[in-house]
């Protein structure tokens, strides 16, 4: 693309009259205008030191945020059903343990008819 | 040296915008008709640019500043449209003017600083005043085109990155613009 400034000495002499009564109206401004100009400049200045976020930020950051939040919430259901609790083998020593202290009196009475027929 | 770079980056958009205020100011509202309305456009470009592309070359930012200044003077035009709808609907169950004038502050029409002689300013008011109105009449492209061109200075390259459209496109459009130009100023204009 030519990025040539445009060439002044190309416009016509009643294009250069209008460009001229243009221009010399910005000079005629009144001092409420220049200073409310003046006021508007200082205030866009001050928005340079804000961080700049575009519009659509928020919207999408939200979306995407839900759509993670909707996925964790679907998923993990799944992964209790497919867990396996292990169980422990000190359990089932403790579950026959159990039913030996249970059956002790048997075995008192066992051991003993053994060493009497012993005798 | 961060702070130093960007205090200088500061005075850079502050010399910029200082340097295209009134013009852009005086566009807008040759493009919107209304003071305060040219106002709020003005600080919005001015606030966008620094916002957005305060980081980019000084170069970039006057054609970057036009290209917004444009954009929201458009939006502004169909959201005055939407609301002249709107107004007309609900002006049809209203009372008619109930007489009320709201009052100038006289001192709002004192000149600038900057401001010429009495009888410069009168006889350039008039051409003003005629040329607004002609400008009035031509359609919105073209007064865009005429704008950046004439007024602006911009070449066609750059209003057509502007309007965002074809370089053939701005020529028509500028060409259609000065011919209505002519033709409505003839009688009125003296050359």
Redesign the interface.
């Known amino acids: 693309m030519n990025k040539q400034p445009m060439n002044h000495h190309d416009l016509s002499d009643a294009e250069k009259q209008m460009r001229d009564v243009l221009r010399s109206s910005e000079l005629e401004l009144d001092s409420s205008t220049v200073q409310q100009l003046a006021n508007a400049r200082s205030e866009a200045l001050k928005s340079a030191t804000k961080r700049y976020t575009p519009r659509f930020f928020m919207p999408v950051t939200g979306m995407a945020l839900a759509s993670v939040i909707a996925l964790v919430l679907v998923l993990s259901p799944n992964l209790q059903d497919n867990q396996t609790v292990p169980v422990g083998q000190d359990e089932i020593l403790l579950s026959e343990g159990i039913d030996l202290y249970e059956d002790m009196d048997f075995y008192y009475w066992l051991a003993s008819e053994q060493s009497h027929l012993n005798g | 040296m961060l702070e130093r770079s960007s205090s200088l980056?500061?005075q850079s958009?502050?010399q910029f915008?200082?340097s295209v205020?009134?013009?852009a100011?005086?566009i807008a509202r040759?493009s919107l008709g209304n003071?305060e309305d040219a106002?709020d456009v003005?600080?919005e470009a001015?606030?966008q640019?620094?916002?957005?592309y305060?980081n980019k070359t000084p170069d970039e930012w006057r054609p970057l500043f036009y290209r917004i200044l444009q954009s929201r003077i458009n939006d502004l035009h169909r959201r005055h449209k939407v609301q002249n709808k709107v107004k007309g609907w609900l002006n049809r169950f209203r009372d008619k003017d109930d007489g009320s004038e709201i009052e100038e502050?006289p001192?709002?029409?004192?000149?600038?600083?900057?401001?010429?002689a009495p009888h410069h300013?009168h006889e350039?008011?008039r051409?003003?005043q005629v040329?607004q109105s002609a400008l009035t009449t031509l359609p919105a492209r073209q007064k865009q085109a005429f704008i950046l061109?004439?007024?602006e200075?911009?070449?066609?390259?750059?209003t057509?990155?502007i309007m965002k459209c074809s370089e053939g496109s701005v020529k028509t459009h500028y060409s259609r613009a000065?011919h209505s130009?002519?033709a409505t100023?003839g009688e009125h204009?003296h050359?």
């Open positions: 980056e500061l958009l502050d915008l200082a205020e009134r013009r100011f005086s040759s003071r106002l003005v600080q001015m606030t640019l620094v916002a957005r305060g502050d001192f709002q029409n004192v000149p600038g600083p900057n401001a010429t300013q350039t008011g051409q003003m040329l061109r004439c007024w200075g911009f070449s066609t390259a750059e057509a990155t000065i130009l002519r100023l204009w050359e």
